[in-house]
């Protein structure tokens, strides 16, 4: 498996290539395509698609210091899953996020999984090794115990458990 068959979504999530900070989300979605020697008109399109997957339409002029944490992860995942790559590598991609916006990241995981995509996610906390078919724990830099999760979290089921936040609410 070669590098154009990866994505990654790397710890913090605004920290892009230093040409990424003064790039708005469309450049930043549009950057991973162009290092496929992706037509300017076909990434546009592929672009808009995942502007409106993601549900970013409304902010995609904004650039990363305009955006929330959250935002934030959501362009940083939304730009390793643009060109389609087979595997994801997320490095603690809720690790700074509320409950609701975290489940969130879960699901759009979950969604890639179902299509196929192998995502592979590190993480430190426990509640979101719910969400995973399977939890392999490191100790000491090795392998220490394999977990098939059996009664998995969805995090679908899930969202509408969790209050929205008091911003959302109040617009």
């Known amino acids: 498996m ?7 979504r790397h710890e913090p999530a605004h920290r892009v290539p230093a040409e990424g900070h003064d790039q708005c989300r469309v450049e930043n ?24 997957r993601f549900q970013m339409v409304g902010k995609k002029d904004l650039f990363p210091t305009q955006l929330s944490g959250g935002q934030q ?10 060109a389609n790559p087979r595997i994801i590598l997320a490095d603690e991609p809720t690790g700074n996020l509320d409950t609701r916006t975290s489940v969130e990241v879960m699901d759009i995981f979950q969604k890639l999984n179902e299509k196929g995509i192998t995502v592979v ?3 430190h906390e ?8 399977r939890n392999i724990v ?11 999760v059996g009664n998995r979290k969805i995090a679908a089921e899930e969202l509408p458990k969790i209050p929205l936040p008091m911003d959302e609410l109040e617009s």
């Open 126 to 133: 426990t509640d979101i090794t719910q969400f995973s078919v």
């Open 73 to 82: 992860q959501l362009v940083g995942i939304a730009r390793a899953v643009v």
């Open 121 to 123: 996610l590190v993480t």
């Open 2 to 8: 070669g590098l154009a068959d990866s994505g990654a």
């Open 29 to 52: 979605l549009e950057l991973p395509l162009s290092y496929r020697d992706v037509s300017k008109k076909d990434r546009q399109s592929i672009v808009c698609d995942t502007l409106d």
């Open 138 to 148: 490191f100790r000491d830099g090795k392998v220490s115990k394999i977990v098939d």
